[in-house]
């Protein structure tokens, strides 16, 4: 890059428009039919994972700059299971990083059960547009059964649980 280029700055030489994928693999619960990559969260350097994320997203655009970035979508793992103020760094960086005056669709997997009054203004004030809401089933014998999905029941809230 130039002297007084930024990461983010349009005039770079870019690599175009992106869509990003950033991965939190951190879980409170763990359900035993899912094979993406996550851990249970407690006892886990969340915060320093993080700041690695971060790390490794400008340490990538430094090699391939991007001027604009359509869509960007948080997974997980469950990325609402982090601190309110851990999504807000997250967040922030994010926006430091990435073009995000380009971004149409800022999308954060949610667990429902994890969208406190704190965490839902930290998403609104970083202009998250987006929660997908992993639905396993509307069955509610079926959820029983998938002990690790009990945080749906606030979801659908059934009569009978
Ligand atoms: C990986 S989770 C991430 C978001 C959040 N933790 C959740 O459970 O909704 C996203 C979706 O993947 C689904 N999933 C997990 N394991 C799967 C598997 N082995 N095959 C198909 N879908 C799976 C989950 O049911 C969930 O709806
Ligand atoms: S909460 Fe989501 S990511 Fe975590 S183990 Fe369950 S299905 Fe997988």
């Given at each position: 890059m130039?002297?007084?280029q930024t990461i983010n700055d349009p005039s770079t030489k870019s690599a175009g428009n992106i869509s990003a994928?950033l991965?939190?693999?951190?879980?409170?619960?763990?359900?035993?039919?899912?094979?993406?990559?996550?851990?249970?969260?407690?006892?886990?350097?969340?915060?320093?994972?993080?700041?690695?994320l971060l790390k490794e997203i400008e340490l990538t655009l430094f090699h391939q700059p991007v001027s604009e970035a359509?869509?960007i979508?948080?997974?997980?793992?469950?990325?609402?299971?982090?601190?309110?103020?851990?999504?807000?760094?997250?967040?922030?960086g994010v926006h430091e990083l990435l073009p995000t005056?380009t971004?149409?669709?800022?999308?954060?997997?949610?667990?429902?059960?994890?969208?406190?009054?704190?965490?839902?203004?930290?998403?609104?004030?970083?202009?998250?547009?987006?929660?997908?809401?992993?639905?396993?089933?509307?069955?509610?014998?079926?959820?029983?059964?998938?002990?690790?999905?009990?945080?749906?029941?606030?979801?659908?809230?059934?009569?009978?649980?």
């Amino acid at each position: 890059m130039l002297e007084g280029q930024t990461i983010n700055d349009p005039s770079t030489k870019s690599a175009g428009n992106i869509s990003a994928y950033l991965h939190i693999p951190f879980c409170e619960h763990i359900c035993y039919y899912c094979d993406f990559n996550k851990v249970f969260l407690e006892g886990q350097p969340v915060d320093e994972y993080i700041e690695a994320l971060l790390k490794e997203i400008e340490l990538t655009l430094f090699h391939q700059p991007v001027s604009e970035a359509e869509t960007i979508y948080i997974g997980g793992g469950t990325p609402t299971s982090l601190s309110a103020s851990q999504l807000d760094r997250l967040l922030s960086g994010v926006h430091e990083l990435l073009p995000t005056h380009t971004t149409k669709e800022f999308t954060v997997e949610a667990n429902p059960g994890d969208l406190s009054e704190d965490k839902m203004l930290v998403l609104k004030n970083h202009q998250v547009n987006r929660l997908s809401m992993g639905v396993q089933t509307f069955d509610n014998r079926l959820l029983k059964k998938l002990v690790a999905s009990i945080l749906l029941k606030m979801f659908i809230q059934p009569s009978n649980c």
